[in-house]
């Protein structure tokens, strides 16, 4: 009996965040990979048995991004500008990475611009990092 090579699993927790080239480390959660191919049922004169299901059109979700505040203001910029109606469409991946810090996975989302931002909740007997949020609209995903 042949066994194949043993592949297990990545884990969830070492990538990287990457916009226009850039990397943007510091990330503590990245989510809204997803997409969904909406089904338009068509009956078929004649044919009783089953309805035929069509692709129609791809939605893809929004990219979360989660992050400790820091000094660094470049996300900020992007976001102030588009909400004050200057969009600046950039490319982006989410990186996976092995143990060793190797890449082994990347998805690239294209044309995105951020839709949301969320600022930090501060309490006075807290003891947690402070995060901002970055909601990003894109315009389709791939994985490479």
Known sequence: MVLGKRRDPYGNF????????MIEAGFSEVSGLDMETQVS?????GVNTYIHKLPTQTKYSNIILKRGITDSVELWQWQDKAAKGKVQRRSGSVILLNESGEEKVRWNFKDSWPCKWKGPVFKADGDEVAIE???????????V
């Open 41 to 45: 049922e068509y009956k078929e004169g």
């Open 133 to 143: 949020i970055l909601e990003i609209a894109h315009e389709g995903i791939e994985r």
């Open 14 to 21: 070492n990538f990287l965040v990457e916009i226009d080239g």
